[in-house]
């Protein structure tokens, strides 16, 4: 899951509909795997779930609501998407996921568009099919009032909006340990990087420091499988609670060739020069 602080985690997160154009990076260019070829739905389905987009937005994306202390981080939502959507055109939609640019308030807080705007054309389309099938239910979300504590960190400069993370970020990629690795290298690129930075060379956060992924040199192909389908560590060694949750939540759902993949790519990353 994304491991930053709860109020810029989800709250001010608008939308996590990936689009069919952009300008994707061809630097982490490859797509994963289809399971079911010929519905294109169905793979949407799953990627809703490894890329998060559920974990966000709610069982269905009705919308969860996050925060709701308006004397610290304030009252903070994510769309119900089965409403938002149908309000916007695919252009919209694209500036969204892959700029971070919301149409109607502009600045986007927390949507991961610096990832986004790497995922593949299959995939975005894959996501597109899948989430225009929604049906609508419950009502709109409504807007995010951030608190006294989230404006104040803004203010900082501690977090800075979707669109400029986009830029920032656009040529900042796990490193290229070669063709061969290709597919691991872009799933960490469209989901690992959000915990474990940019390059993979992780960092401190509320819920405790998140390592550097070379520490998978130190796990067997089936050590490394079942960590990341469990959350449970080589001698049950204690990990950061959200990794645990992602794990289950997430990585669970991604197919054994892309475990496989993402190990292959980890392993190779761990010898290459950092």
Same mark, same amino acid.
């Given at each position: 899951?994304?491991?930053?602080?709860?109020?810029?985690?989800?709250?001010?997160?608008?939308?996590?509909?990936? /689009?069919? $154009? +952009? #300008? &994707?990076?061809?630097?982490?260019?490859?797509?994963?795997? *289809?399971?079911?070829?010929? @519905?294109?739905?169905?793979?949407?389905?799953?990627?809703? /779930?490894? $890329? +998060? #987009? &559920?974990?966000?937005?709610?069982?269905?994306?009705?919308? *969860?609501?996050?925060?709701? @202390?308006?004397?610290?981080?304030?009252?903070?939502?994510?769309?119900? $998407?089965?409403?938002?959507?149908?309000?916007?055109?695919?252009?919209?939609?694209e500036?969204?996921?892959?700029?971070?640019?919301?149409?109607?308030r502009?600045?986007?807080?927390?949507?991961?568009?610096?990832?986004?705007?790497?995922?593949?054309?299959?995939?975005?389309?894959a996501?597109?099919?899948y989430?225009?099938?929604?049906?609508?239910?419950?009502?709109?979300?409504?807007?995010?009032?951030?608190?006294?504590?989230?404006?104040?960190?803004?203010?900082?400069?501690?977090?800075?909006?979707?669109?400029?993370?986009?830029?920032?970020?656009?040529?900042?990629?796990?490193?290229?340990?070669?063709?061969?690795?290709?597919?691991?290298?872009?799933?960490?690129?469209?989901?690992?990087?959000?915990?474990?930075g940019?390059?993979?060379?992780?960092?401190?956060?509320?819920?405790?420091?998140?390592?550097?992924?070379?520490?998978?040199?130190?796990?067997?192909?089936?050590?490394?499988?079942?960590?990341?389908?469990?959350?449970?560590?080589?001698?049950?060694?204690?990990?950061?609670?959200?990794?645990?949750?992602?794990?289950?939540?997430?990585?669970?759902?991604?197919?054994?060739?892309?475990r496989?993949?993402?190990?292959a790519?980890?392993?190779?990353?761990?010898?290459?020069?950092?």
């Amino acid at each position: 899951m994304r491991g930053a602080v709860p109020w810029i985690r989800l709250g001010i997160a608008s939308l996590a509909a990936p /689009l069919l $154009l +952009g #300008c &994707q990076s061809e630097k982490a260019a490859t797509t994963f795997e *289809n399971t079911t070829p010929g @519905n294109v739905r169905a793979h949407g389905e799953r990627l809703t /779930l490894v $890329l +998060g #987009c &559920q974990g966000c937005h709610g069982k269905g994306m009705t919308g *969860n609501k996050w925060d709701d @202390n308006p004397a610290e981080y304030g009252i903070m939502w994510a769309s119900n $998407l089965t409403r938002a959507i149908p309000l916007m055109t695919d252009a919209q939609l694209e500036g969204l996921l892959r700029r971070g640019v919301h149409p109607v308030r502009k600045d986007l807080w927390v949507m991961p568009s610096q990832m986004f705007q790497h995922l593949s054309a299959p995939d975005m389309a894959a996501l597109i099919a899948y989430l225009r099938t929604l049906p609508p239910t419950g009502d709109l979300s409504p807007p995010p009032v951030p608190g006294p504590k989230a404006r104040s960190e803004v203010a900082a400069g501690a977090y800075k909006p979707a669109a400029t993370l986009v830029t920032d970020l656009r040529d900042v990629l796990p490193v290229d340990a070669g063709p061969q690795y290709a597919q691991g290298r872009y799933i960490t690129t469209v989901t690992c990087v959000e915990c474990h930075g940019p390059k993979l060379e992780g960092g401190a956060a509320p819920e405790g420091n998140i390592p550097n992924l070379i520490v998978v040199a130190a796990y067997s192909p089936a050590e490394f499988d079942h960590f990341i389908t469990t959350g449970e560590t080589p001698g049950n060694r204690k990990i950061n609670s959200l990794m645990v949750q992602v794990a289950k939540e997430r990585f669970a759902k991604l197919t054994p060739a892309e475990r496989k993949a993402v190990y292959a790519y980890l392993q190779a990353r761990a010898k290459h020069p950092q």
